[in-house]
């Protein structure tokens, strides 16, 4: 397994009104940041939050290229991200502690928190196609170019992880510094990671190694 220190490229907020980070997603312009009682769209480039949609946002949160999926409660809702509007919901996949969200391949990808794993779903039905067994608690979950990444936060260490997508082996490990906790996870497609900071209600842009 190759091991390292995360590089750490940037540091959004707190921001106003915001206790907590979630879920994270990207959209090709804007972070969206599940913040609870909110869907919060931030300007990476300039650090500046744009508009909120009034959604439950407790946990992980996915871009399609065309629509929002946000996990809430036992269900996974699809919505319209200019509205906030639900267009559709799914079960989330059973056994509860859904925390991470991410869209590849035509499938959604659930990390489960305390089960350790990510399960690959249907985004049509919410059926369960494939579960991935991890090593520590997953939190956030995100892939770019055929790499499979999840956040974990476990004992008050947190680190990035590429996983095998087949067999769950680790490949690569982050350490993030000690105190910065990982939840949600979300690629820009390129050289970043954005990193939802839990409760310090942060956001935190890291390197992606090649």
């Not at 390292?4 to 969206?32: K, N």
């Not at 769950?168 to 990193?195: K, Q, T």
């Amino acid at each position: 397994m190759n091991r390292s220190t995360t590089d750490i490229l940037h540091e959004y907020g707190p921001f106003p009104g915001v206790d907590a980070v979630h879920g994270v997603s990207y959209d090709g312009r804007r972070v969206w940041l599940a913040t609870g009682d909110t869907l919060t769209a931030l300007d990476p480039a300039s650090g500046e939050t744009l508009r909120s949609l009034d959604v439950a946002a407790h946990a992980g949160t996915a871009f399609d290229g065309e629509h929002l999926f946000q996990i809430t409660e036992d269900r996974i809702q699809k919505l319209d991200p200019q509205t906030g509007r639900v267009l559709a919901s799914i079960p989330a996949p059973p056994g509860g502690g859904n925390s991470g969200l991410a869209w590849a391949e035509g499938s959604l990808w659930v990390g489960q928190y305390r089960d350790r794993r990510i399960q690959q779903v249907d985004p049509q039905t919410g059926a369960v196609l494939r579960t991935i067994e991890a090593t520590r608690f997953v939190t956030g979950v995100t892939w770019v170019d055929g790499e499979l990444w999840h956040g974990t936060w476990e004992e008050d260490a947190s680190d990035l992880r590429r996983i095998d997508p087949r067999t769950g082996e680790v490949l690569a490990c982050l350490e993030m510094p000690a105190g910065m906790g990982v939840s949600g996870l979300e690629s820009d497609g390129g050289d970043r990671f954005f990193c939802g900071g839990g409760n310090s209600g942060t956001l935190r842009a890291v390197r992606r190694p090649r």
